[in-house]
Structure formats: C-alpha cells, structure tokens
C-alpha cells in the first residue's frame, strides 16, 4: 500500500491515497451474526459507493432517484475521506511517498501524529455516534415500523457514522503499533510544497500538474478540501 505525505503549507502534511476499498473476508459464521450483518451491510455499500458514477446533469430522473443519488455522492465522498484509515486496519508494511529532503525519521514522525489525532478524534465520535444511533433506534424504531417500507433514517444514517468511526479508529490504531513504515523519496511531492506559497490559480494549475504526474486522479479535490477546510 502506498500513502502519500502531502505538503499543505510550509510545514503541514496530510496523508493521502486512491487504493480502492476492499473489504475484509469473513466467515459464514461471523456473517451470520448481528454485528456481522451490520458489517456486510456496510462494505456493500461502499463497494457500491465505489463503482457509483454521477448521472448526467441533464437526465430526467425521478425525486426517489434524486435523493438516491444524493445519498450515494455522501456516501462516496465519505469513502474519500476514509479510505486510507480503512484500508491501513489489514495492512503490514506501507510505503510513504514523501518530499525527497525529508529523512525518513522525520517522515515516520509526521505519519505518527497525524494517525494518532486520526485515533482521538475518532475514538471520540465513535461514542457519539454509537449513542445516537442507539437513541434514534430505540425512539423512533417502533416509529417505522408502523410506516411500511420507510426506513429509519436518523438511525441509518447515525449508524453509518458511528461504524466509519469504529474502522478509522481500527486503522489509526493498526498504522501506530502494527504497521512497518518505509519511505520513498519522492520530488514532485517536494515541488509541491514550494508551490504552496503561489497566487491560488497558479496554485491550482500545478497542484493538476503534479496529480498527473503522480497518476492520482483525485489529489486535486483532496487538496482542495484540506486547504478549505483550513481557512
């Protein structure tokens, strides 16, 4: 698995990679359980989030379709944000692309900090969430059930947060004590980090630049989304 350390400012980095979401296999005993059907549940949905494509902005669709649709663009744009913590719980040894004038040590520290505020952060929101699904659960279950073929919402949607913090969490707490971090020097990602200081659209045009050197269809949306949410 490849991540890599992106520059967002002189001395700011985040991690990043486009590795696809794969889930875990599971036997038909787990599966069978309740937590393991929450979790079936769960990866089939970001598998799908993951072949989801938009629909054309022209096609005539129905409002049921719409709100599908608004549903699944959530849904992908979390498995975005988490893919790298997801995909870290199974892995052993992960290579971190990085500026070539970073020493690994330095490297292995920024890795370090950002998994373990990774960690704190969503060991916090698992709790949160977790209680929010129980409460809309069990106040608004019997609710639903008298309204056939109406989902409960609320606790959908609390559920879903609450098991895309639990395997965050997994993975965060996977990278700091299991996996073995090597380096990869790695010049464009230094080119971008002297770039960070240009007018925005100077900026923009060579963030695209280095994504496509680098073959990573999406690090210009993701660096978007980190520096606004920064500001």
């Not at 498995?79 to 292995?108: C, F, G, K, S, Y």
């Not at 007018?199 to 630049?209: F, G, K, M, S, T």
Request: proline share 7%; aromatic share 10%.
């Amino acid at each position: 698995m490849d991540v890599f350390v992106i520059p967002v400012g002189p001395d700011r980095y985040e991690l990043y990679c486009e590795q696809p979401f794969t889930a875990e296999p599971q036997s038909a005993a787990a599966a069978a359980g309740v937590f393991g059907r929450i979790k079936q549940r769960f990866e089939d949905l970001l598998r799908r989030a993951e072949q989801w494509e938009p629909p054309d902005a022209d096609s005539q669709r129905g409002l049921f379709s719409r709100f599908q649709d608004t549903a699944m663009a959530w849904v992908a744009e979390r498995v975005a944000e988490q893919r790298l913590l997801w995909n870290l719980r199974r892995e052993t040894v992960v290579t971190a692309a990085h500026p070539d004038d970073l020493p690994i040590a330095e490297v292995r520290a920024i890795v370090h900090r950002a998994l373990q505020q990774d960690l704190e952060r969503h060991q916090y929101w698992v709790w949160v969430d977790g209680l929010l699904f129980l409460v809309t659960f069990v106040v608004l279950g019997p609710l639903f059930l008298l309204i056939p073929g109406i989902a409960n919402l609320p606790a959908v949607y609390f559920g879903f947060r609450a098991v895309g913090h639990w395997y965050s969490r997994g993975g965060a707490r996977h990278g700091l004590r299991s996996v073995v971090w090597e380096g990869r020097p790695c010049p464009p990602l230094t080119e971008l980090r002297t770039a960070t200081s240009l007018p925005p659209a100077e900026l923009d045009a060579r963030v695209h630049d280095i994504a496509a050197r680098l073959h990573l269809q999406n690090l210009a949306t993701f660096y978007e989304r980190v520096i606004k949410a920064s500001l």
